[in-house]
């Protein structure tokens, strides 16, 4: 750290929650609160000490509840704003999550997943939050989930998660797993000037004129509370104006479309993969987090023993690359897919890879798959 509190440039060795914590302080993060939570604690451990050491704001709050809530009305009050947590306080906040949509509230979410349901292992990894990422709160909508599987995407990605955030304003959640948050490993930050950084759009009209819910490229400019703006924001349908409308269904029509197609049109911008040695895989190994680690290992040996594998590593899990998937259908023989659950994203696989043969590798508990695992499944399915 220098004098100042800000963490140096260069190589450092840290787990992945404190890189986390970081990268959302590089990324002009003013506001945390959450309550602590196995595997997610470290982040918000971390931030009640940098945050006041630089001049920013850390609040433990009473439960998730309230701490999603915070969440909301510091980033309606201008700040970049986040909170951390596991899977069983991930479920307390899918009502709020709900609200900052329907509010278009930027604001980043990190959901270090363990094993579930309930309780479950809160100590051991699991990838079993995927589909309630995106399905987990009420009615239609869109929302953005990133996955890391090093350190140094922990970092990375949390800064992306913010930028999305503020772009699209739509709560982005940083979906990683218990193992990649708390794994130590070599990451590099980079120069301040080399580092991408996004705030949301500001109104260029006059308070008179401010329409707070009115698209510009279907994403509204955000004012802030205290900035000279009165206006209404309401988790009911509401027009432009954010005046409710509950009963006209042409409002519910109009509101709710915009909020999905902010991404849906977007995909492009927002999607990331990773892709190795596709362009002649007979086979192909879909993997995200932690498994995608084994996962290069298993083709890398598969190629050298002649099979021709690779690996699509998604990073971006919401939206679903389903354009990428489809594309490696329509060349490999098999895909497989890798997770540390019963059958999750390997859904959205089979329905994007259509007559290609998807074959599911399911594994639960305190250890994640191994190379061979995958090596063994990619062989026989070669």
């Not at 986040?82 to 899918?94: C, I, K, R």
């Not at 953005?144 to 959640?173: G, H």
């Not at 990331?272 to 996962?295: S, T």
């Amino acid at each position: 750290m220098s004098k100042k509190g800000v963490l140096l440039t260069g190589a450092h060795f840290m787990n992945g929650d404190i890189a986390c914590a970081e990268g959302a302080i590089v990324a002009g993060c003013r506001f945390f609160a959450g309550y602590p939570i196995t595997p997610a604690t470290e982040i918000a451990e971390h931030l009640s000490e940098r945050m006041p050491e630089i001049g920013r704001i850390y609040i433990q709050m009473e439960d998730e509840i309230a701490s999603i809530a915070a969440v909301i009305g510091a980033s309606y009050a201008g700040l970049k704003a986040m909170t951390a947590t596991s899977g069983p306080g991930f479920s307390l906040m899918q009502e709020n999550i709900g609200l900052a949509i329907m509010t278009e509230t930027p604001c980043v979410i990190v959901d270090i997943m363990r094993g579930g349901p309930s309780t479950g292992q809160p100590t051991m990894p699991g990838q079993q939050d995927v589909m309630q990422a995106r399905w987990g709160s009420h009615g239609d909508y869109e929302i953005i989930a990133l996955a890391p599987s090093s350190v140094q995407e922990m970092f990375d990605l949390t800064i992306d998660a913010f930028n999305l955030a503020e772009t699209y304003r739509v709560p982005t959640l940083l979906l990683a797993d218990e193992i990649v948050a708390h794994m130590w490993e070599k990451i590099v930050i980079p120069t301040a000037e080399k580092i991408r950084i996004v705030n949301r759009k500001k109104p260029n009209v006059s308070p008179e004129e401010y329409l707070p819910f009115m698209p510009d490229d279907l994403v509204p400019p955000m004012a802030c509370f205290g900035e000279g703006y009165r206006f209404h924001a309401t988790g009911l349908t509401h027009d432009e104006h954010g005046y409710p409308k509950t009963s006209s269904s042409e409002v519910q029509e109009r509101l709710v479309k915009r909020l999905c197609e902010k991404i849906r049109r977007n995909e492009d911008k927002i999607m990331r993969v990773e892709e190795v040695m596709l362009d002649d895989a007979d086979v192909v190994v879909v993997a995200y987090g932690i498994v995608a680690r084994a996962a290069l290992s298993a083709v890398r040996k598969a190629r050298e023993m002649g099979i021709k594998a690779g690996l699509l590593r998604l990073i971006t899990l919401w939206p679903f690359p389903q354009n990428h998937v489809a594309k490696i259908a329509g060349s490999a023989k098999r895909i497989i897919v890798p997770e540390m659950n019963c059958g999750q994203l390997v859904r959205e696989v089979e329905r994007a890879a259509k007559e290609t043969s998807v074959v599911f590798l399911s594994k639960l508990g305190e250890e994640p798959h191994t190379p061979m695992e995958i090596l063994e499944a990619i062989r026989r399915n070669s």
